[in-house]
């Protein structure tokens, strides 16, 4: 099958309900191409992390099909990885070793390979001093970095990411804003990212996918690098085109909010 690079991850008239509650009615239809930082934006409760869990593999259509790369999407697997809103860490394992565990299936990397990953990654989010300590004994916060590094640390080729950055502190949040950008630059990750946060929105996305209230349909489909660029930097939300972009998204996001009411 020859597979166009526009059409690595595919919604196929997509729906999906839990007993009598729709939750995505509409046949839903997107097309993701390899290398997109996409993020889904949209009122709490509409279901735009059931869509994302589809596409991980969590959850299973009740009609139509999720394709990767051709291939319809099954159970996990190592190709996609996930950070959730809760903080998912092994406490039974050191931070370190938590942070190991996700490359414990690449056999293309070697022994010093994955050690200095796992460092690499500990620095990034802040936890180098604590390689030695267990889960127990940090915040909610540190637990979910720890997952986040786990996530990147393993290379998983989609991230699906489930607000993972809201339990940081600004500073934090920044950085892992930054460095998250650089990556799906630099390493060509796919990357699903679902956030409330409207700013956060803009700065990391390429594309933003605004839901209508639940059941999920596409009220806006914006191409933000068309309007920001692909360089992003802590200066450019100081900038007329940020503010214009982020004024224009918060009110398709006030108008889907309203109509709730």
């Known amino acids: 099958m ?3 690079t526009t059409d690595y991850l595919v919604f196929d008239g997509v729906t999906k309900s839990f007993g009598a509650l729709p939750v995505v009615e509409t046949p839903f239809d997107l097309t993701i191409p390899r290398g997109q930082f996409v993020v889904f ?24 099909e999720i394709r990767l790369e051709g291939e319809a999407v099954g159970k996990p697997d190592q190709r996609r990885g996930m950070v ?67 996530t990147l640390a393993a290379g998983s080729e989609v991230l699906l990411m489930d607000e ?46 605004v839901f209508s209230n639940r059941p999920a349909r596409i009220v806006a489909d914006i191409d933000v690098t068309a309007q920001l660029g692909s360089v992003r930097s802590l200066e450019l939300r100081d900038s007329s085109s940020f503010f214009h972009l982020r004024t224009a998204v918060s009110q398709a996001m006030r108008k889907e909010t309203a109509e709730m009411n």
Not at 89 to 110: C, H, I, K, Q
Not at 171 to 194: A, C, G, H, P, W
């Open 41 to 64: 934006l949209g009122p709490s409760g509409c279901g735009k992390t059931t869509l994302m869990r589809m596409s991980g593999g969590l959850d299973t259509p009740s009609a139509g």
């Open 84 to 150: 959730f809103q809760s903080y998912s860490s092994f406490p039974w394992l050191t931070v370190g070793e938590n942070v190991a565990f996700g490359m414990r299936y690449r056999l293309d990397l070697g022994r010093d390979e994955k050690r200095r990953r796992t460092d690499h990654y500990l620095r990034l989010v802040g936890l180098h001093e604590f390689a030695q300590v267990y889960p127990n004994r940090l915040s909610g916060g540190m637990r979910q970095r720890v997952a986040i590094a786990r």
């Open 164 to 209: 993972p950055f809201g339990a940081l502190d600004a500073i934090r949040r920044e950085q892992l804003q930054l460095e998250l950008r650089r990556i799906q630059s630099e390493e060509s990750r796919t990357i699903i990212f679902v956030t409330h946060d409207v700013e956060e929105a803009v700065f990391l996305a390429d594309r933003i996918i």
């Open 2 to 4: 020859n597979i166009r």
